[in-house]
């Protein structure tokens, strides 16, 4: 079972989320928050797979959140509108998982999650390519201060092997796991070992700050 907290101030909103969530069959919602401080506590307590995070709370928002909760091993995937991009911007220079649009449908919402359980990250993808490029221009108009993602210089490349670089260029492309797989013509399970690797090798922490090191440094597939 999927182990999720969902942490939303609008208790019909977050009603509604925990109704679609609890109904999958893989999935089981083990916490409810209503604003930062108590998402941060139910996941500490909880110990969830994911945390599902909405981005504008009372008393701690979602990336200030999102920022306690790195280095626990719990992954947060924001839930925002997209005119929110500043916040957005600074939850994943957080550490989060990646985000999805309040307006999604409810089985792409169980899909994220579960895309997100498998160690990937996960972006919408009607925006996938116009965020990442906007992200890794941006560095100076973070709202909420999140930290940055660790500075990678292109030297540091030298440590990946050839096919790791390939799957550098694809994530940085925002292709999923599957995606990279079906396009290397590799195995999914070899496709998340490579990108482990790459966070190992880059000191990176998450998936979406390993998109934004490749457009950053113009990595590309050859």
């Known amino acids: ?11 019909a909103v977050r009603s509604g989320l925990v109704m679609i969530l609890d109904a999958a069959p893989d999935m089981h919602v083990v916490a409810e ?11 500490r307590r909880y110990l969830p797979d994911i945390v599902l995070m909405d ?7 979602g990336i200030a959140a999102t920022r ?9 995937l924001i839930l925002t509108t997209f005119d929110l991009d500043e916040y957005v911007f ?13 307006n999604i449908e409810a089985d792409e919402l169980v899909e994220a999650v579960r895309v997100v359980a498998r160690g990937e990250g996960m972006i919408a993808p009607a925006v996938t390519r116009r965020l990442i490029a906007e992200f890794a221009g941006s560095g100076a108009r973070f709202a909420g201060g999140g930290p940055r993602a660790p500075e990678v210089s292109p030297a540091a490349l030298d440590a990946l092997t050839p096919r790791e670089h ?15 797989a079906r396009r290397l013509s590799i195995t999914e399970t070899t ?4 990108v482990s690797r790459i966070l190992a090798k880059l000191g990176l922490r998450s998936r979406v ?3 934004i090191v490749a457009q950053e440094l113009g990595v590309t597939h050859d």
């Open 55 to 61: 981005v504008r709370m009372p008393r701690k928002d």
């Open 166 to 180: 390939e799957v550098l260029a694809c994530v940085g492309e925002g292709l999923s796991n599957q995606q990279i």
């Open 191 to 194: 496709t998340k070992t490579h």
């Open 33 to 43: 928050a209503a604003d930062g401080d108590e998402a941060v506590d139910a996941a």
């Open 1 to 11: 079972m999927i182990r999720v907290v969902v942490a939303e101030d609008q208790w």
């Open 68 to 76: 306690d909760l790195a280095g626990t091993g719990v992954d947060v």
């Open 209 to 211: 700050q390993a998109a």
């Open 90 to 102: 600074g939850a994943l220079r957080a550490g989060a998982a990646g985000f999805l649009l309040k």
